[in-house]
């Protein structure tokens, strides 16, 4: 995971709604659609990449629960830990990308 520098017009108010997006997802696209907030190209940045890492989430642990017959919804509330240190991040001002993710969500122009 790679990190940039923290931009200087990135306010407190914007670290916090980015911060909220990691672990509730429907902020995140509750933030897109305010325009004040979509219109931050810090809040939109983490936005957007929370929400591709929820879907991920979900994606990846519903496979996982039909693989395992339910046990590997034991490791969701492990994986869930990361959303919160991903939030951390985002709360501390950081631009940081997840490998796979973020790549994709530049190629399609989404941030």
């Known amino acids: 995971m790679s990190q940039a ?4 017009d990135v306010t407190s108010d914007d670290k916090l709604w980015a911060a909220l997006g990691y672990p509730i997802a429907l902020i995140a696209i509750i933030m897109l659609f305010m325009e004040d907030k979509k219109a931050r190209p810090f809040i939109k940045f983490h936005a957007i990449q929370s ?3 929820n879907v991920a ?3 990846v642990a519903t496979i996982l629960s039909v693989i395992t017959f339910g046990f590997g919804g034991l490791c969701i509330p ?3 830990l990361v959303f919160l240190w ?7 001002g950081q ?3 997840v490998p796979f993710v973020t790549n994709f969500i530049k190629n399609q ?3």
């Open 5 to 8: 520098p923290m931009s200087s």
């Open 78 to 80: 492990v994986i869930w």
């Open 109 to 111: 122009g989404w941030v």
């Open 57 to 59: 989430f979900f994606v």
């Open 51 to 53: 929400l591709a890492l």
């Open 86 to 92: 991903w939030a951390y991040q985002a709360y501390q």
């Open 95 to 97: 631009m940081f990308e």
